[in-house]
């Protein structure tokens, strides 16, 4: 798999008068990201034990800045944003394999088969975010108050070792040797 990053980011700025101005901006991300683990000092990994991290990320925004009078003015925001991420085996659902090839199942060893983390590995959250602010100028002094609200919705899955995990003390012991001896 390669790795594949696909951005864009439009923005419009409207100056509706002297004293009020309005901002709309989108954002949008896609990305896939190979992942290339399983090597140690004592280990290595097959290409089928690798993953991919799928990114998604869309964000809207909308700005309005407004000056009331000379000693008042206002801030506003409202933004959403819809944000994914994936880690996907690359060939598919497979289930973990460890062969240790070391005397009595120690190291080194070969991973292969989908890594036992990305048998199902998903995270996504959708956020809204609200925010207004009015600052009065008084002479020497600046009063600023304001509220800023933020809501999440979360959606998680995971399922370790959802296709097995298998471990297995030499290649001797492997399902693949003894189904040819049967």
Do not use: M
Not at 115 to 136: D, I, M, P, R
Not at 154 to 178: K, M, Q
């Amino acid at each position: 798999v390669n790795t594949d990053s696909k951005r864009f980011l439009g923005k419009i700025d409207w100056n509706i008068n002297d004293d009020h101005r309005l901002s709309v901006r989108y954002n949008r991300v896609r990305e896939t990201e190979p992942v290339i683990n399983g090597f140690s000092n004592s280990g290595l990994a097959l290409s089928s034990y690798w993953y991919a991290r799928e990114r998604q990320n869309d964000n809207y925004v909308l700005n309005a800045y407004d000056d009331w009078s000379e000693s008042f003015s206002t801030e506003a925001s409202l933004s959403y944003t819809d944000y994914f991420v994936g880690r996907n085996g690359l060939f598919g659902d497979q289930p973990q394999v460890v062969i240790n090839l070391g005397p009595g199942g120690t190291s080194p060893y070969v991973d292969l088969g989908e890594e036992q983390f990305s048998h199902y590995n998903e995270l996504g959250v959708k956020t809204w975010k609200g925010f207004f602010a009015g600052t009065w100028y008084a002479g020497n002094h600046v009063v600023k108050a304001g509220v800023d609200i933020q809501q999440d919705k979360y959606y998680n899955l995971f399922g370790r070792t959802e296709f097995g995990a298998y471990t297995f003390d030499g290649i001797d012991h492997s399902p693949c040797v003894n189904a040819t001896n049967a």
